[in-house]
T-cell receptor, first 112, second 109 residues
Framework: GAGVSQTPSNKVTEKGKYVELRCDPI?????LYWYRQSLGQGPEFLIYFQGTGAADDSGLPNDRFFAVRPEGSVSTLKIQRTERGDSAVYLCASSLGGGGAFFGQGTRLTVV | QKEVEQNSGPLSVPEGAIASLNCTYS??????FFWYRQYSGKSPELIMS????GDKEDGRFTAQLNKASQYVSLLIRDSQPSDSATYLC?????????FGAGTILRVKS
């Protein structure tokens, strides 16, 4: 597609439930990033993929968070046993690697 | 020490003035530097990239890089009310893109 696409745009879930957030990057972009952003803060790095592999997952806050990119294109961020503190906007970005990254519109996750 | 540091602001400038936004980074080996603009409720938008020491100009925007001082800046000439937003500095120290907390810019008409 023309830009980075994230689905859903909004997700409300109950505490303890499992959620999946999807990111479809710009065609041909090998690098894909996931960030989390809370109000008044900059994007917080979660994980970076180069191709199919996670090149850096040092930002994942704990083992409830996991991300995959099985074919080097679409990526899914998975959160198990959601907590109210997981509520944030989750942003995905893609790039050709080394260059500036382009963001999707984000998924607003609310855990109630 | 944070990897990328910015003054949170807000920075207030009158319409038509020059807005100067600053950023410092901790990893001396960083090679790529970016400025993003983020309007309230929207995603960050890439506005400038700079990779070598000196100035890079694009329209009303000028990015400045000083690797010896580990310092990046963004100048916005002839500031307009539509420039009011949060400006995020981003750096690649190694292989991941890391952001500062952003500086809020308010341009008063």
């Amino acid at each position: 597609g023309a830009g980075v696409s994230q689905t859903p745009s909004n997700k409300v879930t109950e505490k303890g439930k499992y959620v999946e957030l999807r990111c479809d990057p710009i065609s041909g972009h090998t690098a894909l990033y996931w960030y989390r952003q809370s109000l008044g803060q900059g994007p917080e790095f979660l994980i970076y993929f180069q191709g199919t592999g996670a090149a850096d997952d040092s930002g994942l806050p704990n083992d409830r968070f996991f991300a995959v990119r099985p074919e080097g294109s679409v990526s899914t961020l998975k959160i198990q046993r959601t907590e109210r503190g997981d509520s944030a906007v989750y942003l995905c970005a893609s790039s050709l690697g080394g260059g500036g990254a382009f963001f999707g519109q984000g998924t607003r996750l609310t855990v109630v | 020490q944070k990897e990328v540091e910015q003054n949170s602001g807000p920075l207030s400038v009158p319409e038509g003035a020059i807005a100067s936004l600053n950023c410092t980074y901790s990893d001396r080996g960083s090679q790529s530097f970016f400025w993003y603009r983020q309007y309230s409720g929207k995603s960050p938008e890439l506005i400038m990239s700079i990779y070598s020491n000196g100035d890079k100009e694009d329209g009303r925007f000028t990015a400045q890089l000083n690797k010896a001082s580990q310092y990046v800046s963004l100048l916005i000439r002839d500031s307009q009310p539509s420039d009011s937003a949060t400006y995020l500095c981003a750096v690649i120290p190694g292989n991941k893109l890391v952001f500062g907390a952003g500086t809020i810019l308010r341009v008063k008409s």
